[in-house]
């Protein structure tokens, strides 16, 4: 048996439609085999909790190796998962094509679902269940005084420690705020553009609005918007859209995912074969249609058409510049940036271009931080769970603070806007200078408009 391998990553669809795949007692035993082979190498310790935590049981046992390890104790090892795929990405030899065929993070997403259809442990069902419906929740929040109510609640020390007693939501996360009109009912039309397409990509945009820009910033989608026009790229709002589904990936619901599938994709596929690029400003949603769902659904040729035209914004800008179309006619200076480069962009594997983008912007210093902030998506969120999130983000934190030539950033900035709140919230006092912006945000301010 050969040690590591040297060829790229490839990934297995994930086989959720076959009986075995549900069988416990199954699971268990890949959880097992995949956990002695991890407990072998070690690598992956500094990544994240879930690892730590697995080596500690080991380490903690009668024979000090898995088999010591008892089967009620490898969900610990489950709940810590948050599937950022950074290990399976970034540093485990054993993926395939290896022959030992290590995929952690189906793995454990294979234990999540298990867990969530027969709930095991001791995981909140209704808190997990609210916290991702997304878009239910944020249909009812984004409404004006709903959407100030809740905010005053969400600031609200008494309220917050109500809510964590219970919803099991940790009363000292700060959460995003709710907006009280919606990024697709204010959007500024396109004007009537020619369509330049690109040897790789189509000249003209469908944006997905995604939950977070039209419920919680609809600022992004409107510098979007903003950002295209000025490029003179046509573009629409796709009609009808639902969650992207990740956050009930993540809590392993695969029968919310596949009901939220159902309404997403034949819109999505619509425009992917009218020839429209579609970007998502969210870089969990853009990663849910590129990679999630053509490994759960990769028969279905709608799944595969939205995978083909599903696009980062600043991956498409980055097209749109080296073919000559996007303008470059920067009019302010950025100073100092500190841009973290979240999980859910990095596992695309499309290269850094969001900081590309920036550092062509004249008199800007971009400062790139490549680790995971620990927030991820509603796991940093809940109250088992936030001090390990900010544990796992104090590095991040510190090195966002810092700048270039040691002073303070006048930006920090995250595609993930959920990780660019954490972060704020883990710098506190050290950069009180420091402005969160997105980088849509940033490019907009750049361009002046």
């Known amino acids: 048996m050969r040690e590591g391998s040297l060829e790229a990553p490839t990934r297995h669809p994930l086989d959720w439609k076959n009986p075995d795949f549900w069988d416990q007692a199954k699971a268990e035993k890949e959880l097992e085999r995949v956990f002695d082979i991890c407990h072998g190498c070690r690598r992956c310790v500094s990544l994240c909790t879930t690892f730590p935590t697995l080596f500690d049981l080991v380490d903690a046992s009668s024979t000090m190796e898995v088999d010591g390890v008892k089967k009620e104790d490898f969900w610990k090892v489950v709940d810590q998962c948050y599937l ?11 993926v395939p094509p290896h022959p030992w065929n290590v995929d952690f993070p189906h793995v454990m997403l294979r234990a999540k679902a298990i867990k969530f259809e027969k709930g095991l442990g001791t995981q909140r069902r209704f808190r997990d269940r609210l916290l991702s419906s997304t878009d239910a929740m944020g249909k009812l929040a984004a409404i004006p005084v709903v959407a100030q109510t809740v905010n005053f609640v969400n600031r609200n020390p008494a309220a917050r420690a109500a809510m964590q007693a219970v919803l099991g939501v940790h009363k000292d996360r700060v959460l995003p705020p709710y907006a009280p009109r919606k990024f697709r009912s204010q959007v500024e039309p396109s004007a009537a553009f020619p369509v330049k397409d690109m040897p790789n990509a189509p000249g003209k945009v469908a944006i997905f609005a995604t939950c977070y820009v039209n419920y919680n910033e609809p600022a992004m989608g409107h510098d979007l918007a903003a950002i295209l026009r000025h490029n003179e790229i046509p573009y629409v709002v796709v009609d009808h859209e639902a969650c992207c589904g990740m956050p009930k990936l993540e809590l392993g619901d695969l029968k919310g995912l596949d009901a939220l599938k159902r309404v997403n994709i034949p819109v999505l596929a619509r425009y992917a074969r009218e020839g429209y690029a579609i970007l998502a400003a969210v870089p969990s949603c853009a990663l849910m249609f590129k990679q999630e769902l053509p490994l759960i659904y990769p028969d279905d040729p709608d799944t595969i058409a939205v995978r083909d035209a599903m696009f980062d914004p600043f991956e498409y800008f980055v097209l749109r510049k080296k073919a000559g179309l996007l303008k470059t006619d920067f009019k302010q200076r950025l100073g100092k940036v500190s841009y973290h480069v979240p ?29 995971c902030a620990g927030h991820d998506g509603t796991w940093g969120v809940k109250e088992e769970y936030f001090e390990n999130s900010m544990k796992i983000g104090r590095p991040v934190f510190r090195q966002m603070a810092e700048a270039p030539d040691g002073a303070g950033p006048q930006y920090i900035s995250s595609d993930c806007p959920i990780a660019a709140r954490h972060i704020q919230q883990g710098i506190g006092d050290e950069a009180p200078q420091a402005e969160k912006a997105h980088p849509l945000t940033l490019l907009r301010r750049a361009y002046g408009i």
Do not use: A, F, W
């Not at 590309?356 to 680790?371: A, H, N």
């Open 84 to 94: 950022c795929d950074l290990c399976y990405m970034t540093k485990c030899p054993y």
């Open 343 to 371: 999980c859910h962009s990095r596992v695309q594997n499309m290269g850094q271009k969001t900081r590309e983008l920036l550092e062509s912007i004249p008199y800007t210093q971009v400062k790139t931080v490549e680790r």
